[in-house]
């Protein structure tokens, strides 16, 4: 089965910390995004990744930033928290449509809820 | 980008009956993939169907069925003799390169 692992799933920051939220896939996809998920928004996508070093942002990346240093891993990280960034943050993998096989199906963490005071 | 809306917020079913849970998209694409996801209350996102564009046969599963109608950009969900495990958050969602979600439409499943 595939396991996405977010590092932490409940979080609390004081406002202008520096958040990293890590998640690791176990399943060499080369896709893998952040989404922040706020009541009667549905999810919206924060940044995503087609591969190791490359980056697009998508709806919501203001305050956000993100790190691909390894296929397996996607950082999020918030520069300077602030109290509109607490929200439930999920992350997914998906392998590239491309590849054999491949339903488009996303694969998603837990989640992490991150409240910033 | 791609915009995906989901008009109902919240619905209720009786166990065993049939409930249609609504879509719609904005895209000028010609391919792409559909989805629908449940999150229960313990909040794992789920896949629950999928459609590809250009199968114009209705995607099934057990239970779950879609309404695909691309030239409307209509993609609606039918659950039949709903359960009270299918009481859980659902999203449609659309993926070209990248996944867009719509907002979600809360479902009770009332016994």
């Known amino acids: 089965d595939v396991k996405v692992t977010q590092s932490s799933r409940y979080l609390v920051k004081r406002t202008g910390e520096k958040v990293f939220l890590e998640c690791v896939q176990d399943?060499?996809?080369?896709?893998m995004f952040w989404y922040r998920q706020d009541p009667g928004l549905g999810l919206r996508l924060i940044y995503f990744s087609y591969d190791v070093k490359m980056k697009e942002k998508g709806d919501i990346p203001e305050g956000y930033s993100v790190s691909r240093e390894k296929k397996e891993r996607f950082s999020l990280i918030l520069e300077s928290a602030s109290t509109n960034q607490t929200s439930m943050y999920l992350c997914a993998s998906t392998p590239s449509l491309g590849t054999s096989g491949n339903t488009g199906e996303l694969f998603f963490g837990e989640g992490s809820r991150l409240t910033v005071l | 980008a791609q915009t995906v809306t989901q008009s109902q917020p919240e619905m209720s079913v009786q166990e065993a009956e049939t409930v249609t849970l609504s879509c719609t998209y904005d895209?000028?694409?010609?391919?792409?993939?559909l989805f629908w996801y449940k999150q229960p209350p313990s909040r794992q996102m789920i896949l629950v169907i999928r459609?590809?564009?250009?199968?114009?046969q209705n995607a099934t599963e057990n239970r779950f069925s879609v309404n695909f109608q691309k030239a409307a950009k209509s993609f609606s969900l039918k659950i039949s003799d709903s359960q009270l495990g299918d009481t859980a958050m659902y999203f449609c969602a659309f993926m070209r390169n990248d996944m867009r979600f719509g907002a979600g439409t809360r479902l009770t499943v009332k016994p």
């Open positions: 399943m060499d996809h080369e896709n």
């Open positions: 895209t000028s694409e010609n391919n792409y993939y």
């Open positions: 459609q590809e564009a250009y199968k114009q």
